[in-house]
């Protein structure tokens, strides 16, 4: 009978990697008692945006095998380590840009992280936007201070689930950063390779606007799993959006997608709805898929403010919805990215039960 349920899940595709779960080694557990077939299915992040669609699906082919009157379906969850991972002990490297200042990329990288990070993914952010770090402020520790450990690695903050480094822990408040690409280069180093970050599923990267130095000191150094690009959907955020891309494209590395920020605003006393900046536009970034829209909300930024990402101060605001789907497609496609990886050889055995 198990052998019979094997053979029907191996019928039952990803929907996102398009490969069957059993050679994706994604059948973790199968335990036949009488009719009652118990499915443990290992998704590739605890953040799957189509979990439900698996479920569905596997209910629905095991059912289909004579004997089985009952299926239950259970998840565990494994973001796969590909062939070169970009640091010890860290998974995927992922980096958030923009073509402009002020599109909102730090508000998102911040959402992003926290959003995966409640999903039950181990997440480290770092904010390379040196010249401009505001991540330590949206998370609500702009006073603290970075330590370093027994070996004089630096110890990421941890807060909301996650853990981070931004130059704004290292120097003083208000105090600017007046450095040359070398000297910048070596503080990336540093950030990367001589810092504390343990087990990482994903290192988000909030990098500094536009494409410069940062952005390719640090494609240089790490092996990049891929970039998130932020824009606003007006022209002269998607013309600058456009240079973004571009450089990441010089650079090999994958754009796994774009988020429309400040999409729309829905007025909260009428619930009209205002197209501020022209939503729809991040859609003429030719060739790129759209991860999400997130409205123009004033309680994102009072969130911000106050050091509380939106996705965890008010997670069923639309903003935040918005933002959790977009943490969840960028898990997804970031799965899918790793895809080469999962050859049959680098699979475990199904364990004997
Ligand atoms: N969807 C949104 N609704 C309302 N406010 C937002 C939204 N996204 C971002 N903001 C606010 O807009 C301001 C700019 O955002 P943020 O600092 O994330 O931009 P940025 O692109 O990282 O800028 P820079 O790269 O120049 O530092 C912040 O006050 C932030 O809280």
Redesign the pocket.
């Known amino acids: 009978m198990q052998d019979a349920v094997m053979a029907a899940l191996s019928t039952v595709n990803d929907p996102e990697l398009h490969q069957d779960l059993v050679s994706l080694g994604m059948i973790e557990r199968v335990v036949v008692e009488g009719s009652v077939a118990a499915v443990q299915v290992q998704l590739t992040t605890p953040a799957c945006p189509l979990k439900g669609t698996i479920e569905n699906d596997v209910r629905r082919a095991v059912l289909a095998v004579p004997g089985i009157e009952e299926v239950q379906v259970s998840f565990s969850a494994q973001v796969r380590t590909p062939q070169q991972p970009p640091l010890p002990g860290v998974k995927h490297v992922i980096l958030v840009g923009?073509g402009k200042?002020?599109?909102?990329?730090?508000?998102?990288a911040v959402n992003v992280a926290a959003a995966l990070a409640r999903d039950g993914a181990r997440v480290g952010l770092l904010d390379a936007?040196v010249y401009?770090p505001?991540v330590a402020h949206?998370l609500g520790q702009g006073d603290t201070r970075i330590t370093a450990n027994e070996q004089r690695q630096m110890m990421p903050i941890e807060a909301h689930g996650l853990r981070f480094i931004s130059m704004a822990n290292l120097t003083r408040a208000g105090q600017a950063l007046v450095w040359r690409g070398p000297m910048l280069h070596s503080a990336v180093q540093q950030f990367l390779g001589d810092a504390a970050w343990g087990n990482l599923d994903y290192l988000i990267i909030?990098l500094?606007?536009g494409t410069g130095d940062v952005q390719l000191s640090i494609t240089q150094s790490v092996k990049v799993t891929g970039a998130l690009i932020?824009t606003t959907p007006q022209d002269v955020a998607l013309i600058d959006a456009t240079r973004a891309v571009d450089m990441f494209r010089k650079a090999s590395v994958p754009v796994l997608g774009v988020v429309e920020?400040?999409s729309y605003f829905v007025a909260p006393d009428t619930g009209h709805v205002y197209d501020i900046f022209g939503r729809g536009g991040a859609r003429k970034l030719g060739g790129l898929t759209v991860l999400g829209e997130?409205?123009?909300?004033?309680e994102?930024?009072q969130d911000?403010?106050s050091g509380v990402p939106a996705v965890l101060a008010h997670p069923d605001s639309a903003?935040a919805q918005a933002l959790r789907e977009v943490a969840r497609a960028l898990a997804g496609r970031v799965s899918v990215e790793t895809l080469s990886d999962f050859s049959a050889d680098n699979l475990e055995p199904l364990p004997v039960i």
Do not use: E, F, W
């Open positions: 923009s200042g002020g599109v909102g990329k730090s508000n998102v936007d401009g505001s949206m909030d500094p606007p932020v920020n400040m997130v409205p123009l909300d004033p994102v930024r911000a403010d903003a």
